[in-house]
């Protein structure tokens, strides 16, 4: 994306897009933003999205019309993140689910609502995501009376739900056909009010190494975090710290020692700025060496101004509330209570882990934790529990207070 000198005047919007494996989604996405989002060399090959994709796209309004060609004036900045299809990744697209402000949720016309299509759409029940448009894709694959028939199927599957009243939009992204609508939905979801008052607390979703093979080391830059700012402000210059930070392993022990950086730049999209808002996703690069951040190394972490962060832990306490029904698994299979000693995912904003739970009392429990997280009250939390080898999403929670 060009850099835009009024980009930081203009509405952010954090976007997920989500829905079942080979839907279109990130087809979606490239034709929206120009962008191909399965950017790994493991993803290109299989052809699904594995890791948490990015993608940002600047909407212009022209009289009526919304657009994406620089025709009349910013209207709208939309940062995408593309969440994995494959129910194998479900950890990972609630990770994804945390970060987002609104969801497109595509449902592939010629198939209909598939199994992953209810897992992704409870999930953002479950994150609270309230603003959902729905992609009714590859629409030019189907009759008419099919696409009709595919969408009351869409308008049943959503009767009763938060998104009852969602907007429901044909759209082919193979032949670029009805982008424009799905640019003006997007235009017309409410900015939440972000939170700028208070420590800034960033969650890292991708962490990399931006320096080419080679590059001499009077050149070489420092290590980059992806992710989104939730709340306060970060500028150049800030002195930061990282938890739960660098896995050090000794002795067949694992412990984490908190990392502490400076932010040497920040950039949206393509553009280099010197303070950052809540809204748009955002790169960090630190001081930090750069191998600390290849493959995703600190993804998962909490980010905030030294001094500002609770101690890690590897206690939960949580407030829970489960599903009638598990989703993803056989129809009408009912969610067992949860039981002392069994182990659970739990995807708590950007990190993934798994615990033992110790304690239950009425709707709370404590859990024993695999790897430590960072406990900020009021925090939402998705909690999956493995069925036949398979972690299934069933139900949602809220950390509490640690004392």
Known sequence: MAKTENQSQVPELVVGVVGHIDHGKTTLLSKLTGKFTDTHSEELKRGITIKLGYADLAIYKDGNNFNKDKKGVLFRYVSFIDAPGHEMLMATMLS????????????????????????????????????????????????????????????????????????????????????????????????????????????????????????????????????ILKKGILKVGDELEIKPGLLIKKANQQSYQTLKTKILSLHKGNSSVQETLPGASVSIETELDPFLSKSDGLSGCVVSTIGSLPEISSILKMKYELFKF????????????????????????????????????????????????????????????NINGHWRLIGFGEVLDSN
């Open 96 to 227: 994804g689910a945390a970060i987002i402000d609104a969801a497109i949720l595509v449902v592939a016309a010629n198939e209909g609502i598939k199994p992953q299509t209810k897992e992704h759409f409870i999930a953002l029940q479950a994150k609270k995501i309230k603003n959902i448009i729905v992609v009714q894709n590859k629409i030019d694959l189907v009759s008419k009376e099919q696409a009709l028939k595919n969408y009351h199927e869409i308008k049943e599957f959503l009767k009763g739900t938060i998104a009852e009243n969602s907007p429901i939009i044909p759209v082919s992204a193979q032949q670029d056909l009805n982008i424009s609508a799905l640019l003006k939905a997007l235009c017309e979801i409410e900015i939440p009010k972000r939170e700028l008052e208070g420590k800034p607390i960033f969650l890292v979703a991708r962490s990399f190494d931006i320096n080419k093979p080679g590059s001499e080391i009077k050149n070489l830059r420092g290590a980059v975090l992806g992710g």
């Open 326 to 385: 598990v989703l993803g698994a056989n129809e009408g299979q009912e969610v067992a209570p949860l039981k002392t000693n069994e182990m659970l995912m739990l995807s708590i904003n950007t990190t993934i882990t798994v615990g033992m739970v110790k304690k239950i009392k009425g709707n709370e429990t404590e859990l024993s934790l695999n790897i430590p997280v960072v406990p900020i009250a009021g925090d939402n939390v998705g909690i999956a529990r």
